[in-house]
């Protein structure tokens, strides 16, 4: 534990260095690409209403089929003056049909190919609150990605992990299809379709949080009200470092650029927010 805080100054070091190799995988969950403004466009108004949500949920069924997996959501809606309206939304999803190997699953010394899916929302829509029938709506555009990981474990006499290397391979599904995420009225279940694959994604809502303040985008977990990301956080990401779906205990929390490993990137990302 003692090695943490140099682990963590040399990400602070290097989060200027990487910013662009981070940008390169794909747009990292926070990157609010898709903020809609529609009204007078008075960006100098005070704010009337505003509401944010974050919500973690288990996918549990792709049409008829068991998989497990996760799904992330998070959505701010501005109104200004009453007419001017402003959201911004992200959301990302993976899943596997590897039942017997959950994405979480800890490091294992055998080598393996791990088969998953992964889906984000490249452009929103509407994000609404309460709306009729629905607890929760979020539409708009969305990529679905197949991944294949091959991973290679190298252990030392004693049969500890010395170093593991994976292969990576991901086939676009379907690119920017309109797709549509739905709480209804009254329950805990969500639904994902996307246009283009045969089955929706079903689960069950995790957590999930609305608030009228801004809430932490980088904490880990969902305690204290979205507070000061700390050293504990990034303590765990240091814990996970490495971690891939399927091998290491991987959180997709802890991903935020989403390409599929918990890496330099991601703790660089959270150390240059430590404290904020």
């Known amino acids: ?57 288990f996918i549990s069924m792709w049409g008829d089929t068991n998989v497990t997996g996760t799904i992330q959501v998070q959505s701010r809606t501005v109104v200004v003056n009453n007419t001017d309206i402003r959201q911004g939304s992200s959301a990302t999803a993976m899943w596997t049909t590897n039942t017997s190997r959950a994405i979480n699953a800890v490091r ?45 474990v190298t252990t030392d006499s004693s049969g500890s992990i010395t170093g593991f290397h994976r292969s990576q391979d991901a086939v676009a599904l379907v690119t920017n299809a309109y797709g549509e995420f739905k709480i209804a009225s009254g329950e805990g279940n969500f639904t994902l379709t996307i246009t283009g694959i045969d089955d929706s994604l079903n689960g069950s809502v995790r957590v999930q949080k609305i608030t009228t303040k801004m ?58 927010n430590l404290n904020s």
């Open 108 to 152: 294992d010394r055998e080598n393996f190919t791990y088969n998953f899916y992964t889906a984000r929302l490249t452009n929103a829509s509407v994000s609404s609150l309460n709306v009729t029938g629905y607890s929760f709506f979020l539409n708009g555009t969305w990529s679905v990605y197949n991944v294949t990981s091959s991973f290679t």
């Open 215 to 272: 809430f932490n985008p980088f904490k880990i977990n969902n305690s204290d009200n979205f507070a000061t990301l700390t050293k504990a956080d990034v303590s765990t990401i240091v814990t996970a470092f490495g971690a891939s779906p399927g091998w290491g205990n991987y959180n997709q929390n802890m991903d935020y650029n989403f390409n599929y490993r918990v890496d330099i990137c991601d703790l660089a990302t959270a150390a240059a």
């Open 1 to 57: 534990m003692k090695k943490i805080p140099a682990i963590i100054l040399s990400a602070i070091i290097a989060v200027s260095i990487l910013s662009l190799a981070a940008s390169a995988y794909a747009m990292p969950f926070m990157h609010w690409k898709a903020f809609q403004n529609m009204g007078n466009g008075n960006s100098h108004a005070a704010a009337t209403q505003q509401s944010f949500v974050r919500l973690d949920g």
